[in-house]
């Protein structure tokens, strides 16, 4: 046994035409049924693929790989610069809407101007608990009713604010 | 340098890696023959041959830094080219598309003989083609290479030991499947 194992290590080198068999190890082959099937073996598939015909073209082979690699670099450069301009963009954008969105503080801030309805219910609703329920039920129904169709108070003008809050608002104005 | 005064594989990697292009059509020309017949060997058409092997050098030059010199340059090569075909055997689903060529009959000064050796590289591919993958690749990259267990091992990611014993295996089933 331990001829045949020494026998087998030794098969790929000898058939590949590295070495020679010795005397003692040809008369083992020839005993042993064993070693004769496997020396079969090694030496077909040693030579499988010898007959498959011209080797390829090493230089072809060898220019069109590279090709492939450097076309593969510069698309991965491209994507990896179109990626980096989408994110240089998109923070440029980030960027630009948190300081456009900021309130500027160098435009005169007017006191914001209260909508007509709610212009009325504040002027209504103080009153309210002095109506008798008639009263209430008119108030009410006028609330119900289409905005066109109330009587629009009128809108309040810097005329109607007192000295006080004009001053107030002039000074936020920074006039 | 080995002692032939040829630079190492290694040399070569390292150059490539420098920028050296010239150091990879060295590496090709040393390997590509032997990987066309590793290649044909582990079942791969004989006019897809050139095709895997070129998508071989190609996935081996793209991750050249993942061989790192546990096992031979040419051994890593042939590991890749294995993945390559099983890859597409998985694609195919298992099936084999046999092309004219793949069959064709070589046309020498001693036309019975050649029969007689194209029949039995025939009956040892269809064998080959029925292992497990790692038996296979283990008796071609043995017998062919004559690489050694601890090199086998390191490309296929096995022990020296599973790779003897998966050699023995293939031998033997080899024996029983091209002897049938």
Known sequence: ?175 | MTESGQTTDAALIGAYRAGSERAAAELVARHAAALGRFLYGAGAGRSDVDDFVQETFFRAFRRIDGWRGDATFRSWLFAIGGNLLKDDFRRRKGRRVVSIEDRDVVDHADPAGDLAALDAHERLRAGLRRLPRLQREVFLLRVQQGTDYADIAAALGTTPGAARVHYHHAVKKLKELCDA
């Open chain 1, 1 to 175: 046994m331990p001829e045949c194992t020494h026998l087998s290590d030794r098969m790929p080198l000898v058939a590949g035409g590295g070495d020679a068999w010795s005397a003692a190890e040809l008369a083992h082959l020839e005993t042993c049924p064993d070693c004769a099937g496997e020396w079969a073996l090694v030496q077909t598939g040693e030579s499988l693929g010898r007959d498959q015909g011209d080797a390829p073209d090493a230089d072809r082979m060898a220019r069109t790989v590279l090709d492939r690699l450097r076309a593969e670099r510069l698309a991965r450069g491209r994507s990896v610069r179109r990626a980096t301009w989408a994110a240089a963009l998109a923070a440029a954008a980030i960027a630009l809407t948190v300081w456009t969105g900021r309130p500027d503080i160098r435009q005169p801030v007017v006191a914001p101007v209260e909508s007509a309805s709610v212009v009325e219910s504040a002027a209504l609703v103080p009153e309210l608990d002095s109506l008798d329920a008639g009263e209430l039920k008119d108030v009410l129904d006028s609330f119900d009713a289409p905005l066109s169709e109330r009587a629009m108070p009128v809108a309040p003008t810097l005329g109607d604010l007192s000295d006080q809050e004009l001053e107030r608002v002039l000074r936020a104005g920074g006039v």
